[in-house]
């Protein structure tokens, strides 16, 4: 049973124009949501996290969007670059207090065309 | 500061063979993990230390993997026999304490491995 699905496995947009990756999560006892990027043959690496108390979180290029009542989170890159080509991980945390465990969907692979 | 060291980058075996992985985390990162990343899937929680003490093993087929951290600072995951399902990309993460999760830990290379 997937508790945080990435349903789209792959993405291609024009550089400069806007990705949007989307998640979605059944277990509303998650209360932090974070997105990695992925390179190939290298681990994942942190991008950005939103707690559940907010709707938006905002670095740089990068928005992540929470719909609790959805169970849907987005994240946002404006303007898209080359680089930014890559699987991008949704994952989802619960449990507190020494009990925390992160709950990752499938992968989206972003391909950003020049 | 060095990042998450894990070894080794590849390794092919047979079935029923033995191995082992090893990681050394960030250098002061009391917890450290282990995850077992299946082609086209996310990664998935084997164990989590908090310094040299288990904090959840629940997702680990204890009858053929094991899990060390020794000192609270190296660990190693052994898979004694493998199975073909267990190839897998093998990733070590480590965190500095429980709450910097809430910003991400830090993830080494991982080892890929291949049972044939």
């Known amino acids: 049973d997937q508790q945080v699905k990435q349903n789209s496995p792959s993405l291609s947009v024009q550089e400069g124009r806007i990705s949007i990756l989307n998640c979605d999560y059944t277990n509303s006892m998650f209360d932090y949501f974070l997105w990695y990027k992925k390179y190939p043959a290298e681990g994942p690496t942190f991008l950005i996290s939103i707690s559940s108390i907010k709707d938006k979180n905002e670095d740089g290029r990068f928005t992540v969007f929470l719909n609790k009542s959805a169970k849907h989170l987005s994240l946002h890159i404006v303007p898209s670059q080359p680089g930014d080509s890559a699987v991008y991980f949704c994952?989802?945390?619960?449990?507190?207090?020494?009990?925390?465990?992160?709950?990752f969907g499938k992968g989206t692979k972003l391909t950003v065309n020049p | 500061e060095a990042g998450v060291a894990q070894s080794p980058r590849y390794k092919i075996i047979e079935k029923r063979q033995s191995v082992a992985f090893w990681c050394n985390p960030i250098s002061g990162h009391a917890t450290l993990y282990w995850y077992q990343q299946i082609l086209g899937q996310g990664p998935k929680l084997l164990i989590q230390f908090q310094n040299n003490g288990v904090v959840d093993d629940s997702q680990l087929p204890k009858d053929r993997f094991s899990a060390e951290r020794l000192k609270g600072v190296d660990s190693t995951l052994k898979i004694q026999p493998a199975k073909l399902e267990d190839s897998a990309v093998y990733l070590c993460?480590?965190?500095?304490?429980?709450?910097?999760?809430?910003?991400?830990?830090?993830f080494g290379s991982g080892t890929r491995l291949t049972v044939v």
């Open positions: 993460a480590s965190s500095y304490r429980r709450d910097s999760l809430y910003y991400g830990y830090t």
């Open positions: 994952a989802a945390k619960s449990g507190q207090g020494g009990s925390e465990k992160l709950v």
